[in-house]
T-cell receptor, first 117, second 113 residues
């Protein structure tokens, strides 16, 4: 079974621009979570989508948004980019609690490395 | 804040067992212990998880103390490719995890040739 895929793998943008990142989950997985990883803050949870609905959200400004499509693929958008948004953006997929029961293991993609100049 | 405490770094000789400790003294009865690892600049890789019994899979073994306040991840025969940052995470079971996985700083395991 193919793993989580993310596109693009690398991206360079300038301040003020906006960016859209894409994530394709493992086949059959309905939950997609996004994380940001920076050297200073480590790995931080952004938000989670399940069945096209955002279920949970981390402590990030409204410039960070996302959506999920009916095929479970997800996109993340960052508007008005700032230098501090330079990071590795990771997507993780899982079956969803409703399917997996008491444990719902997340599997991560390779990430998108975003550099803001 | 992360609910786990791990040593920042550890060394292990290639071919030996690597034992990575994790303290989670405030763990609740419905929280699982998960282990992930991250090789430089790659996405975290799931290793193993458990509730209260010891667990083993093709990658590693997880030993959880009887009081569940600490655990140890064991890589039985470490190789150079096991050099990575290892994260110990506790996560509530069954419909919880409202804030996603909470990663701490992890343990940087360095396998020495």
């Amino acid at each position: 079974k193919a793993g989580v895929t993310q596109t693009p793998r690398y991206l360079i943008k300038t301040r003020g621009q906006q960016v859209t990142l894409s994530c394709s989950p493992i086949s059959g997985h309905r939950s997609v979570s996004w994380y940001q990883q920076t050297p200073g803050q480590g790995l931080q949870f952004l938000f989670e989508y399940f069945s096209e609905t955002q279920r949970n959200k981390g402590n990030f400004p409204g410039r960070f948004s996302g959506r999920q499509f009916s095929n479970s693929r997800s996109e993340m958008n960052v508007s008005t980019l700032e230098l501090g948004d330079s990071a590795l953006y990771l997507c993780a997929s899982s079956l969803g609690w409703e399917t997996s029961g008491s444990t719902d293991t997340q599997y991560f993609g390779p990430g998108t490395r975003l550099t803001v100049l | 804040d992360a609910k786990t405490t791990q040593p920042p770094s550890m060394d292990c000789a290639e071919g030996r067992a690597a034992n990575l400790p994790c303290n989670h003294s405030t763990i609740s009865g419905n929280e699982y212990v998960y282990w992930y690892r991250q090789i430089h600049s790659q996405g975290p890789q799931y290793i193993i998880h458990g509730l209260k019994n010891n667990e083993t899979n093709e990658m590693a073994s997880l030993i959880i103390t009887e009081d569940r306040k600490s655990s140890t991840l064991i890589l039985p025969h470490a190789t150079l490719r096991d050099t990575a940052v290892y994260y110990c995470i506790v996560r509530v079971a069954g419909g919880g995890g409202a804030d996603g996985l909470t990663f701490g700083k992890g343990t940087h395991l360095i396998i020495q040739p």
